[in-house]
């Protein structure tokens, strides 16, 4: 027979190997009523395997609502008996993980502004020893995939075998459209380092607003992610934190069901042939702009070879702009943005002078 402990594993173990993997709940457990609801609700969709709830908020400034702490752990539980859903909180010390795990929490997750911190990510691993819970770790505020590499190295040497990843993007400075930028490559690299582990995109604190979720969303699942964690709430203007990014159990529903969802492969072999043939022209372009760069290159070091006989400067930055200028018009007119192709002549610059500095070195 099984204990009630191991049918709840079970119903958890399921979940986490789910595709996708939603994840939806509140930003922060405000109280008993607020997180029962949101279950309830969430769980009426028929969309959602697992009830995220904030219990302990490590916030950017004093004074804002920190979380209402362990106090929170027993309506989680009592959301689950009621809805059936695994739950997952985030932790960030040693005590949190004993807490969660005391109040049969399911899934563990590090939060961003621990991932940055290695003393607390090993404090977090030292407590997981011996302990068989998924654990899902977010990116780092900062853009440094040794970072968030690291964090997954110190839980798996704790012993945890189930880890995944959460893309909630990158802190930076100044005005954008995003909370955190999403710099969706840096998460793909890191996909592509720990292919074992599912990928789960945290729209919410990427977007920090409403109205761009679903772009997000639908970015994440083109790109093969394994799942999405959503912040939700049944009254999100008045959520006690993260309120403008939150949306009902209800709107969450309405999004997920707007989602074209792809998948990874099909089994048919005129798609098979369709899409080798395209890739065998994509090398062979590839291939061609190689040969091209390396001319270029060919012609700067000419061009050294001038500077460094008439003692000039290598950079130039009158020549520089009207470079930029020229492949900018040029770029936009055929569909490629300003933004790849400022980064792209730059890269390309930099390569420029590498090869006129070797010249005048040598
Ligand atoms: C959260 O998930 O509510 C949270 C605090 O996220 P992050 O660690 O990504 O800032
Ligand atoms: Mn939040």
Known sequence: MQTTEQTSNAAAQAAWNKRPLI???????????QVIATAQRLAATGKVDMLRAGIWKPRTKPG???????KG??????????TGLPTTVEVATGKQVQDALTFDVDVLWIGARTTVNPFSVQEVADALRGVDVPVMIKNPINPDLELWG???????????KQIGLIHRGFSSYGNSEFRNAPMWHLAIDMKLKYPGLPLINDPSHICGRRDIL??????AIDLDYDGLMIESHIDPDNAWSDAKQQITPER????????????????????????EALRQKINHLDDEMMQILGQRMKIAEQIGQYKKDNNITILQTGRWNEIIERASVKGEKIGLSKEFI?????????ESINH????LDS
């Not at 804002?64 to 362990?70: K, L, T």
């Not at 690291?150 to 945890?160: D, I, K, L, S």
């Not at 006129?356 to 010249?359: S, W």
């Open 64 to 70: 804002m609502f920190e979380g209402v702490g362990a």
């Open 252 to 275: 969450l529903a309405e999004m997920l069901d707007q989602i074209i969802w792809r998948k990874e492969d099909v089994n048919s072999e005129e798609y098979h042939a369709a899409l």
């Open 214 to 219: 679903l772009d997000v969303m639908q970015r």
């Open 150 to 160: 690291g964090a997954v190295e110190r839980v798996a040497r704790a012993g945890v």
């Open 73 to 82: 752990l027993p309506w989680l539980q009592q959301a689950k008996k009621i």
């Open 356 to 359: 006129q500095k070797k010249v």
């Open 23 to 33: 994840i939806s709940g509140p930003c922060s457990a405000e109280t008993e009523e």
């Open 342 to 350: 400022t980064r792209y002549l730059d890269a390309v610059h930099m």
